[in-house]
């Protein structure tokens, strides 16, 4: 498998508008490049506070879970409890972000997958630093093997930096000669926190969300005691010889689109199945904005389809 080109030559016009709240909304807060501690918590609050509230459709199930070793909640819009499982890490930059304000995407899947959907709530920086995520991934993992959940029937999934901790957490259980997912659903993986991939630079006028400096200071910020190179903090560097099949989304013109052509390209050189679909003028975790954009729709056909050859 290798990378689709998907959607027209021409936006339609719900996605150009949808573009330019983007920009307006996002791209033009703070002072460009600056990133601390103070000024991360408070967009984190922010972000809660603006989305954290989005209501469900009827048909959804939510269940709060707190225990030792997750706190999160489990998202169902099926009643069938053999089914595998969606273990779910949400994106915001390692800063914010929580099972609440990606409910909008955690249905979903859960209705694509046909699976129950645990997103958890994993320690963030700046009050916590690398690898808190990870051992907070590695740990929810273990918690559903532990309720006997056999691995191979668990997907791991997130968007920009939960699928960064996707990678990142089957890496982890790889070297530790643990048992693996059964396959990977990564939207706009945060890769490379160094921020070296080509799109970086090509792509500063055609991402919607972020503004470059800004990205890449926040990967300087959490990167500031560790290696970026570790294939843990930035997986575009790992070997991912013996990982599970992948399927990853990025939009055309987002900053991150070549950290998912490098994962990709490393997943396809080790013999592992992995297929990358590139949407034309969709913005960074568009299958998450599917509410809004109709074209990202289709990338749960596609997530129903991946997710059917897998073992559940």
């Not at 990378?3 to 573009?19: A, K, W, Y």
């Not at 972000?97 to 700046?126: D, E, F, K, N, Q």
């Not at 997912?181 to 969300?209: K, T």
């Not at 994962?263 to 299958?287: C, D, Q, S």
Request: net charge positive.
């Amino acid at each position: 498998m290798t990378e689709h080109l998907i959607g027209s030559r021409i936006p339609d016009l719900r996605t150009v508008v949808v573009g330019a709240v983007l920009r307006y909304r996002m791209k033009h807060r703070g002072k460009p490049g600056v990133v601390t501690a103070e000024a991360l918590r408070r967009s984190a609050a922010a972000f809660e506070h603006g989305v954290g509230r989005a209501p469900v459709p009827p048909f959804v199930t939510i269940q709060p879970v707190d225990v030792p070793a997750v706190r999160g909640e489990w998202v169902s819009t099926s009643s069938d409890p053999d089914q595998g499982v969606v273990l779910f890490f949400h994106g915001g930059g390692f800063v914010m972000g929580s099972p609440a304000t990606h409910r909008a995407g955690t249905w979903r899947i859960s209705r694509a997958t046909g699976r129950r959907v645990l997103a958890i709530r994993y320690r963030h920086a700046p009050d916590h630093a690398f690898p808190a995520w990870i051992e907070d991934g590695v740990a929810a993992f273990r918690w559903l093997v532990d309720q006997g959940i056999a691995p191979a029937s668990i997907i791991l999934s997130g968007d920009s930096a939960g699928g960064n901790m996707a990678l990142a957490v089957t890496h982890r259980l790889r070297s530790e000669k643990q048992a693996l997912p059964g396959g990977l659903i990564l939207f706009s993986p945060w890769g490379d926190l160094a921020c070296g991939s080509p799109s970086y630079q090509r792509n500063v006028h055609s991402e919607a969300m972020f503004r470059a400096i800004d990205v890449r200071a926040t990967g300087a910020f959490l990167t500031r005691a560790c290696d970026p190179r570790n294939p843990e903090v930035s997986p575009v560097h790992a070997d991912l010889k013996g990982f599970p099949p992948m399927l990853i989304f990025a939009g055309s013109g987002e900053l991150f689109v070549d950290d998912a052509r490098r994962v990709l390209g490393n997943a396809l050189a080790v013999g592992v199945k992995a297929e990358l679909h590139v949407y034309r003028y969709m913005p960074h975790v568009f299958p998450l904005l599917a509410g809004v954009l109709p074209r990202a729709k289709p990338a749960y056909r596609t997530i129903t389809r991946f997710a059917s050859q897998l073992p559940g």
